[in-house]
């Protein structure tokens, strides 16, 4: 199976700040990586897919960039409601795969 | 709107079985992948089993031969039995519907998930 590994597993911002998520696959996956977001008790939601598709309805401050194996998510100008824990997945190789989730929390 | 909203949750003891289903509306059931994806709680994301829309099914490792993944279309409800359940099988369970896009080359994401119903196996 395809490893991703995602740094940091947390870090602490403050509002406006700019923070970036790297994901890093342990082969190459193309541009089939997504992006999610999931609050204390709630399901994921999709923020960008195939690498840097902003899912309808996300806000424009979320971006995506890479290839092959290094991917990143980008939040620019950080809100009070982008707290959260983010997951990247791999959709290229069966069975799809995740990172271990990056804890973004208030400083 | 589409909304999935699983139910099954429950304690079972080791061994034992369970099924979870996932009621589906506000879109054609029967045209989408489905999956099963489990969480636990404070954990990651771990992806369990497909139901494609032609009735095929896929499964993780560690599901094969315990878990079955199953649909009726004309119910719009997914379904996962779990038998033989183990103390690690202990997770939140999502019911996830898969989208693709035909402008990325068909990059494949989830795009709906339900709230996740709780299975929890201890003696």
């Known amino acids: 199976d395809i490893r991703l590994t995602q740094s940091p597993s947390s870090l602490s911002a403050s509002v406006g700040d700019r923070v970036t998520i790297s994901c890093r696959a342990s082969q190459t996956i193309n541009n089939y990586l997504n992006w999610y977001q999931q609050k204390p008790g709630k399901a994921p939601q999709v923020l960008i897919y195939a690498t840097d598709t902003l899912q309808g309805g ?50 | 709107d589409v909304q999935l909203v699983e139910s099954g949750r429950g304690l079972v003891q080791p061994g034992g079985s369970l099924r979870l ?59 996962l039995q779990m038998n ?5 099988d202990t997770a939140v369970y999502y019911c996830v519907r898969e989208q693709y896009d035909k402008s990325t080359n068909y990059a494949q994401f989830y795009d709906f998930w339900g709230p996740g119903t709780l299975v929890a196996v201890s003696s």
């Not at chain 2, 033989?84 to 690690?88: D, F």
């Open chain 1, 58 to 107: 996300v806000p424009s401050r979320f971006s995506g960039t890479g290839s092959a194996t290094e991917f990143t998510l980008t939040i620019t100008s950080l809100q009070p409601e982008d707290f959260a824990t983010y997951f990247c997945q791999q959709t290229y190789t069966p069975p799809t795969t995740f990172g271990q989730g990056t804890r973004v929390e208030i400083e």
């Open chain 2, 21 to 79: 289903s996932c009621e589906a509306s506000g879109f054609i059931f029967r045209a989408y992948w489905m999956h099963w994806v489990r969480q636990v709680p404070g954990k990651g994301l771990v992806w369990v089993s497909r139901s494609d829309s032609d009735g095929k099914t896929t499964y993780a490792d560690f599901a094969k031969g315990r878990f079955t993944v199953s649909r009726d279309n004309a119910k719009n409800t997914l379904y």
């Open chain 2, 84 to 88: 033989s359940l183990r103390a690690e």
